[in-house]
């Protein structure tokens, strides 16, 4: 659905002006918070990808505006009424008037997503949802008096591919949200692509990266394939590598975060090789957590979200589909269950090609026949599907959970 949030991104902008001209910083600031979180759920409805990052950028701005106001770097210049930078205060659709910001910057802001993933969205996984939201709540609630509890500002997920680590991170994401109408902000990170598509730059965009959040804060960084970051420095490692490594860790200490206890910028780092983790960077996870295969409570769960509440009906138990699927990790659960919902609406609508053959209108008058799914449909894909992890993998994943806990 195509909101047209034009006008109050417009509104909104006038207030913060408006604000600002009456001292109000902390009203601007509020405004132009309010700006930019309308801006980045329009760039999501952007069209084109260029129109896309103009708006990203755009919000970032509005943030960046927010954040300066707040800390009081206008209200130092004592003349309240000079004139916000003029880009600030472009309606949404003017372009060309907000300066790129550098390469890096806007690599950077190809990094933010929305992610809109749910709790409900992840089969199982009970303990590990409920050690995430133990770690955030107790981050953000108020604290006591005369007390400071500590922060948590770093998770790691490690267990075998396809297991829900990404999709954790994007829920949680979105519970790092200040309200129902913000979008939260997830900067997803997959590490192999950045390391070899800007090498040299790569500690910078680092850098960048983290500053961006810090301004979108609460904003949670999402590090994926993080071993491909932070092996361990043996032979054979570069001067770019230790760059990296050393910038990741100052970043990972919260060097420039120190005095701006209102900022909150989690990391979550995921990975398939948690042995192969640099010690120094992996003492720095307050919780390290084992995403495991599921077992055949959360099978049955992650098949329910991918049947049931997708409104395909089964004859087979939900019971015997978990048995049916051991081994499997919950992407190849997913694969599975799309395996079985096509072949059997190819079965039931031979018909198709040849309606494309006869055009859009006749395509667009076939409703899809769909029946309920039987043995035979589950039998037939459990065969083209071999599960990726084995059982004495998954025993690594548990073995070095144990050692790392000894520690
Ligand atoms: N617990 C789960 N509940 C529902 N769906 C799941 C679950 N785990 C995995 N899936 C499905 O598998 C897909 C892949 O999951 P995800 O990307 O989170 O895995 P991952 O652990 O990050 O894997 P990798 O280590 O390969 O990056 C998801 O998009 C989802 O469809
Ligand atoms: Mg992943």
């Known amino acids: 659905m195509e909101l047209d949030l034009h006008e109050p991104i417009k509104r909104a902008l006038a207030k913060a002006r408006q604000a600002y001209e009456s001292k109000d910083l902390d009203r601007a600031a509020s405004a132009y918070e309010k700006a930019a979180n309308l801006m980045s759920l329009y760039a ?4 084109g990808r260029e129109a896309e990052q103009r708006r990203k950028r ?16 206008f209200a130092e210049r004592g003349d309240p009424a000079a004139p916000l930078p003029e880009a600030k205060a472009t309606a949404p659709g003017s372009s060309g008037a907000i300066p790129a910001g550098g390469d890096i910057k806007s690599i950077v802001t190809n990094l933010m997503v929305h992610a809109n993933v749910t709790w409900e969205d992840i089969g199982g996984l009970d303990d590990s949802k409920n050690e995430i939201k133990f770690a955030l709540g107790m981050t953000l609630a108020q604290q006591p008096d005369h007390v400071k509890v500590a922060a948590w500002t770093k998770i790691l997920f490690y267990g075998p591919p396809g297991t829900g680590k990404t999709l954790l991170a994007a829920a949680t994401s979105n519970a790092v949200r200040s309200g129902e109408d913000v979008p939260s902000v997830f900067y997803n990170v997959k590490i192999s692509s950045v390391l070899s598509k800007y090498f040299g730059e790569s500690s910078k965009i680092l850098s960048e990266l983290y500053g961006t959040a810090r301004d979108t804060s ?8 993080f071993e491909s970051l932070c092996g361990r420095r043996d032979a054979g490692d570069t001067g770019a ?10 970043e990972l200490d919260g060097m420039d975060q120190k005095g701006r206890p209102d900022l909150y910028v989690l990391t979550i780092a995921a990975t398939n090789r948690p042995w192969d983790l640099d010690p120094a960077v992996l003492s ?3 919780k390290k957590i084992l995403i495991p ?7 049955e769960r992650i098949l329910r979200i991918h049947l049931e509440r997708k409104g395909y009906r089964t004859a087979v138990p939900y019971a015997e589909l978990a048995d049916l699927t051991n081994g499997y990790s919950g992407r190849e659960i997913e694969r599975f269950c799309k395996e079985v919902t096509t072949g059997m609406i190819e079965e039931m609508n031979h018909d198709i090609p040849r309606l494309v053959d006869q055009g859009l209108d006749q395509v667009r008058k076939h409703r899809i026949r ?20 084995t059982a004495a993998e998954m025993e690594r994943y548990v073995r070095w959970k144990e050692s790392v806990q000894e520690e």
């Open 44 to 47: 999501e409805q952007a069209t």
């Open 58 to 73: 755009k919000s970032l701005e509005y943030r960046e505006m927010a954040h300066k106001l707040r800390a009081g770097e």
């Open 218 to 225: 609460p904003s949670v960084v999402f590090l994926d394939e």
């Open 241 to 250: 590598e230790r760059r990296i490594l050393s910038t990741l860790l100052s």
């Open 284 to 286: 720095r996870f307050e």
């Open 293 to 299: 295969l599921p077992d055949a409570a959360t099978r």
């Open 370 to 389: 769909v029946r309920e799914l039987n043995r035979e449909d589950f039998d037939a894909a459990a065969r083209l599907i071999h599960p990726q992890t």
